[in-house]
């Protein structure tokens, strides 16, 4: 089963990477998950503090703000999309994350209409 993991930072440094990472645990992380066969696919995003957020009310007016979110510190960093056999699988992965240090992972299945 394929499972969405998204890399939440609970911070950013100046450069917008997670502080308590090195670009070697990301590297060591990435080699793993290739290595175990489980890599569907995965990117990081580019500066963790840029980003634009698109809302489109009921009477169809578009609403552009600078930033991720409104009212948090929490950044998307990036994410991964594994292929392991059950949940329990798919949270030691999430566990091992250097992005699961300082900040936190989100696992989801991925919906599979075709099932």
Known sequence: MKYLMLIIAGSADEQGGAPACTVEDWMTYDKEVKEAGIFVSGESLADLVTATT??????GTRTVTDGPYAETRELLG???VIDVPDLDVALDWAAR???ARDGA????????FGA
Request: some cysteine; glycine content about 16%; charged content about 20%.
């Open 54 to 59: 698109v809302r489109v009310g009921a009477d």
């Open 78 to 80: 990036g994410f991964y």
């Open 97 to 99: 994350c250097p992005g």
């Open 105 to 112: 992972m989100v696992v989801r299945p991925v919906a599979d």
